[in-house]
């Protein structure tokens, strides 16, 4: 065997080990910032409902703590991979009406739409809504049980 063949193939199949590490952590990440924010809105209801008041987003007190609930439950059920795939979809809604909405506001012109972190979390939570949470999770646990 050529060196450079047998290099690719250990290459490969290290990856193939590794394969868990990329989406356990990325889950990890995004489930601990969600958790955060969530946690800093349910502290912070009164100002979130005004600034969705300001936005004139119906019924502002009840979308406040849907958004804040969702962030924060959603964020936990990322972090330990339990019923990922049902916690990623509003995950995905409220980050779509943020980007539609919210952040529209906070920066006038075409760079709120196109805003990098914003579009990576929406298509990170899409991506874990039709892959899963990955063998590291409560999730893939459950699954090897049942």
Do not use: C
């Amino acid at each position: 065997m050529p060196p450079l063949t047998t290099f690719l193939d250990r290459w490969r199949r290290a990856a193939d080990r590794m394969s868990f590490l990329g989406p356990t952590l990325a889950r990890l990440t995004v489930g601990l910032v969600f958790i955060g924010t969530g946690w800093g809105k349910l502290h912070h209801l009164g100002d979130v409902t005004d600034f969705f008041a300001s936005l004139h987003i119906p019924a502002p007190g009840f979308n406040a703590r849907l958004a804040a609930g969702t962030e924060f439950f959603g964020g936990i059920a990322l972090l330990v991979g339990l019923g990922t795939r049902l916690a990623a979809l509003p995950l995905a809604f409220t980050m779509g009406v943020a980007i539609l909405t919210a952040k529209r506001a906070d920066i006038t012109g075409l760079t709120a739409l196109v805003g990098f972190e914003e579009w990576s979390y929406l298509v990170f939570f899409l991506w874990l809504a039709v892959a899963g949470a990955g063998p590291l999770s409560l999730d893939a646990l459950l699954r090897r049980r049942i």
